[in-house]
């Protein structure tokens, strides 16, 4: 059995069109498009420091605060934004946080980030996320993904990227979307206002590639490889 998931790009859609889940479980190991989508997610809130309650949410008791929270209405503002850093509350504070998910304040917006890979359907935290259409998964993509999430979001910035040019971003930078939508923002930059990006416009802006490691530039001054270095 799996459960739903709610997409990146369908969440942007809702959230640019002011549509907010009453909770946000953001499960998987690419931290880096966690942390984006929760930005973004922030963002399009607007929410104040008086209208933020953030919990590092990794023991029992925090479950009754954060429940605590997302049941104070907003001050001054439409919406409540409560952010749980790390769930990991054990079996009764899972249970407490689904308690409250089968009637949360619609004023609430609720996101639980986990490093779990994947959803688990005995957990109730995911099936009560899944049920109100917050459950999002963050784990590496397949290189045909990657590829039309790539074109997909160039779109969104104002400019097109060519399925060739999206595969050449692949190839050399993997799939892991957080990697990948800081290579999309230089290409964006790289442009200069250029409405399509082709391989060359590609390869001239990658900052990132999987074959070179932090060292080796190093390396390669060790071994007098000049032109590597370059």
Known sequence: MSLKELSMEAAHREWSAGRF??????LGEDTAAKSAAMAALKAALRVDDFNLSEFAGNSEPHAAEIVSACLTPPMFSERRLVLSRDLR???????????????????????LLSSERKAD?????ASAAAA???????????PEEAASRLRSQAKALGFELSEEGAQAMVQESGT???????????????LKGKKEAQVP????????????GPFEFQNCIERRDAAKSI
């Open 21 to 26: 889940r009453p909770v946000y479980l953001m």
């Open 89 to 111: 509350l054990g079996a009764s504070g899972r249970r407490v946080l689904a308690g409250y998910l089968k009637e949360p304040l619609p004023s609430t917006t609720l996101v």
């Open 121 to 125: 359907f005995k957990d109730p935290v």
């Open 132 to 142: 109100l259409g917050g459950l999002m998964v963050f784990g590496p993509l397949a």
């Open 176 to 190: 892991e979307w957080g990697i990948l939508g800081g290579e999309l923002e230089k290409l964006r930059l790289f």
């Open 201 to 212: 416009e590609v390869q001239a802006s990658l900052g990132y590639r999987r074959d070179t």
